[in-house]
């Protein structure tokens, strides 16, 4: 008998770093494969990876089991929103929305590795984040956190440095050309990394010749189908565009959009809508939006969310339209861009949801493009599995992340109504847990992380070597 150790017994520290097991017993199961929800499901949790999942009748609890009743409660998979542009304050947002990883979309590629590296090491509450390199365009670069690329070594070399500072993925931007861009795909796809694009010189069928795997904004469409100008206008900022883009979708001929459509479903390319940022103009629960948002500008717990964004979300200005001719406009091309995701869903396009997260609330711009996602015409649990499986598999990360299945990582959401009757139930949240853990989803006043988010300024580093 000595040598079975007794409960009471103080554990070494070894014990306390080996997590505890959890059994979530009684929910019902949303698996995030698209399938029929299982009831009376179990879900058993160790060492931070789900061992077991099934029916409460087929499923053994370990003895040792933190037990969890999640009777009446939906179990999911943490959400994936892999379109973000990251700041250090916004990891306990997204956790309460439900968020356990994002992928950066254009940041400084150094701090957000480091940022990346914190949060892995379990320094900051934060979701996990996967991120692109600077984003690489023809010369010269628009932002700061843009590279300019000319030739196809640069562009080879620029995925390849990129690469080795830990981007799982490359971005290209709106002046990018096809032939830089079949540059930066082949080296890109030779190391195993998607290629994703905010594009406007190169239309989406050009683009999608060219290597590329997914189409940022539903981006290169309009331009493939239409006369719209393949240049930014210098002279306009960048909200002005986004409205002349939105209204833009009306120019579309359905039947030739359509045909486009069945085109990039064929070749794979993934469409990443982010609804939830521009098109929050043309939806119907506008007004409700701008009532959240104002109201987390006034929570006290969030006053370290610095003062630009708060005062962004107390008056949803940039989301307004005043002019009632113009909104019209917007919301016939809205209609028209819903109309074509739907028909390239159902054509086997890669429909992914993502929320363009930089104005607007993190985590909560997540849970709207759900929202969103079924104004369009998607059921509830086609929401739920382009924002779970579907982006996982878009980030080759399907091994781990997606869906509550044996061996992958112990991500979970368990929410208190049926996000399949009311996809606003996701918003429920009971709780999150995230690498196996219970998170702590209220918000800190004190909230901060180890390595603030420096002003962008140019990768020296990186043009050093693309020009030497
Ligand atoms: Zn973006």
Not at 65 to 77: E, F, H, Q, S, T
Request: aromatic share 6%; with cysteine; charged share 25%.
């Amino acid at each position: 008998m000595s040598q079975i150790k007794q409960s009471s017994e103080r554990p070494n520290s070894s014990d306390i770093s080996s997590k505890t097991a959890i059994a979530l017993v009684g929910g019902t199961l949303i698996d995030g494969n698209g399938g029929p929800p299982v009831k009376d499901s179990s879900v058993i949790i160790s060492k931070g990876r789900i061992v077991d999942v099934g029916q409460v009748a087929e499923i053994q609890v370990p003895d040792m089991a933190l037990v969890i009743d999640a009777r009446g409660k939906y179990v999911m998979p943490g959400l994936i929103d892999v379109h973000v542009h990251y700041f250090d304050w916004m990891g306990e947002l997204f956790l309460a929305h439900g968020v356990t990883t994002v992928k950066d979309l254009g940041n400084d590629l150094i701090w957000i590795s480091t940022i990346s590296s914190e949060i892995a090491r379990g320094e900051v509450r934060a979701p996990r984040i996967f991120y692109v390199g600077n984003g690489l365009d023809a010369p010269p670069p628009a932002r700061d956190t843009h590279v300019g690329v000319s030739n196809s070594e640069m562009c080879r070399l620029a995925v390849t440095l990129s690469q080795q500072k830990g981007a799982t993925a490359v971005k290209v931007r709106e002046k990018i050309t096809p032939e830089l861009l079949g540059a930066v795909a082949d080296q890109a796809h030779r190391l195993g990394m998607p290629v994703t694009g905010h594009l406007r010189m190169t239309d989406a069928r050009e683009a999608a010749q060219a290597g590329i795997d997914g189409l940022e904004h539903a981006s290169g469409i309009v331009q493939a189908l239409t006369r719209y100008p393949r240049e930014i206008d210098p002279r306009e900022d960048e909200l002005t565009t986004f409205i002349a883009d939105l209204k833009a979708w009306d120019l579309v001929d359905l039947d030739q959009g359509k045909h486009l459509m069945d085109f990039l479903a064929a070749k794979r390319v993934a469409i990443i809508p982010t609804l939830a940022n521009w098109g929050r103009m043309a939806s119907a629960r506008r007004d409700r939006f701008a009532e959240e948002d104002a109201g987390y500008a006034a929570r006290s717990a969030l006053k370290y969310v610095p003062d630009m964004w708060r005062r962004i979300w107390e008056d949803s200005a940039v989301f307004r339209l005043s002019d009632n001719r113009v909104l019209a406009e917007v919301q016939k091309g809205y209609e028209k861009l819903q109309c074509l995701l739907v028909h390239y869903y159902e054509a086997g396009g890669r429909l992914l949801a993502a929320s363009d997260t930089f104005i607007s609330v993190p985590g909560a711009s997540m849970q709207r493009e759900l929202e969103m996602l079924v104004d369009a015409g998607f059921s509830e649990l086609q929401a739920i599995t382009m924002s779970t499986r579907d982006n996982s598999d878009f980030l080759g990360l399907s091994a781990d992340l997606g869906t509550i299945s044996r061996g992958k990582l112990a991500d979970i959401l368990v929410v208190d109504g049926n996000p399949l009757e009311d996809i606003r139930n996701t918003q429920r949240i009971h709780m999150v847990i995230k690498d196996g853990d219970v998170v702590d989803t209220n918000y800190h006043a004190d909230y901060s992380v180890p390595t603030p988010r420096p002003a962008p300024t140019r990768p020296v580093w990186l043009e050093s070597r693309l020009h030497s």
